[in-house]
Structures are given as structure tokens and as C-alpha cells.
């Protein structure tokens, strides 16, 4: 990974795996299960991030879901994101990402802009913007559906079209916007999910 700013990310991510209590790594393992199991079957996985408005949570953890994927050498994983509606992706969970160390482009303005999500110079970048969980945009059948908000795991009790459904919620940095801890709490919440996404992928036995 040339992009030397996210390759210091990363370092540091791998060494806070420790942080992740025990009752958080047994929900992760499930995704790992889920992941070692598809690609053995498969040759593939693909998993959609869920959260109510697919503004924050659910777009940090498509993201560095993808990003670990390629950093350890997992291939045909394919991260999505949606939400049980469609807002819009939130500045400052762009900024976050920025400041990790990806090379965020807006390529749309407007009410639900699109972004460019770039992590290493011989990826696709990743298309970032809100969405429901079932959009076209994403797969439509055999993911696994990942809950990252409890008000998203209640009020999307069942995917038909899911293989499996896994609920690893995080607390909303929404709730500090327009406050003078937001920055902080973006950028908490933005390496909280990257850190586990890592430990997901770290345990794949490739």
C-alpha cells in the first residue's frame, strides 16, 4: 500500500486489537464465519452495511470492510452499503475517511451527492452516497445483511433476499454534530469500525 498517511492507519489499527472487548469480537467472528464460508463454497462474499439513513456508520464500515479485504490479500469480497431510506452521505464521514488518509472526491453536488473513495492507486475507488439497502446499485441476493445501528436491526427485522443477517451496532456520531466535539467523535467513530473491520478480516484463514 503506497498511500503512506493510511499505511500508518493501519499499522496503528493492527495494534489496537486488543481494545476490542470479548462480547464484540464473538459478534464479529459471525462475519468472519460468514466471509470463510462463502468464499470456500463460492469463491465470493459480499456483504451490505446497514444503518437507518446510510449516512455514517454503515458507509465507514463498507469502507474499511473493502480496504481490509484487499490489505490482506482476501479476494472477491465485494462491500455495499444501504439504509432502510436514502438521505445522503454526511460531509463529515468524508472528512473522517479524509483524514485517515483516503483521497475523497466529490463527483456530484447536490441534495445526495456521489463520492469518489480512493485507497490504493491500482483500485477501483469506492462510490460512496445514501441508498436503501436494496437499490440496484447493490447485490441483490446471498449477502450477508450487517446491521451497524440498533434502530436499523428493529426496523428491519427480515431480508428475504439475505443469506445471513448480523447486527454489530455502533453508536451514532450523528449525535455531536454542530457540537465542539464533533470532529473528534467522526474521527472515533470512523477507526472504532475500521479497527474491527481489520479484526474481521485478520482471522480469515486465506
Known amino acids: 500500500m503506497e498511500n503512506k498517511q493510511l499505511k500508518k492507519y493501519i499499522d496503528e489499527l493492527k495494534t489496537e486489537f486488543g481494545q476490542i472487548p470479548l462480547e464484540r469480537k464473538t459478534l464479529l467472528e459471525q462475519l468472519t464465519a460468514f466471509l470463510q464460508d462463502n468464499l470456500q463454497e463460492k469463491g465470493k462474499a459480499d ?11 454503515s458507509h465507514f464500515a463498507q469502507v474499511w470492510a473493502q480496504i481490509a479485504a484487499f490489505y490482506y490479500g482476501i479476494k472477491n469480497v465485494y462491500a455495499y452499503s444501504g439504509g432502510t431510506e436514502s ?62 445501528c440498533s434502530h436499523a436491526d428493529a426496523n428491519c427485522p427480515f431480508i428475504p433476499t439475505a443469506a445471513k443477517r ?6 451514532d456520531p450523528k449525535e455531536y454534530d454542530n457540537t465542539a466535539k464533533q470532529e473528534v467523535k467522526y474521527d472515533e467513530r470512523c ?9 474481521v478480516f485478520s482471522i480469515i484463514k486465506n
Open 47 to 57: 456483504l451490505i452495511l446497514i444503518c437507518t439513513h446510510n449516512s455514517r456508520r
Open 191 to 199: 477507526r472504532d469500525i475500521a479497527r474491527e473491520m481489520f479484526y
Open 166 to 171: 448480523i447486527s454489530i451496532p455502533y453508536d
Open 87 to 148: 438521505t445522503a452521505m454526511y460531509h463529515m464521514a468524508a472528512h473522517a475517511l479524509k483524514k485517515a488518509g483516503l483521497e475523497i472526491k466529490k463527483l456530484s453536488e447536490g441534495a445526495n451527492p456521489v463520492y469518489s473513495i480512493k485507497y490504493d492507486v491500482d483500485q477501483p475507488a469506492i462510490i460512496g452516497f445514501s441508498k436503501t439497502y436494496h437499490d440496484s446499485f447493490n447485490v441483490q441476493n446471498g449477502f450477508a445483511a450487517i446491521m451497524t
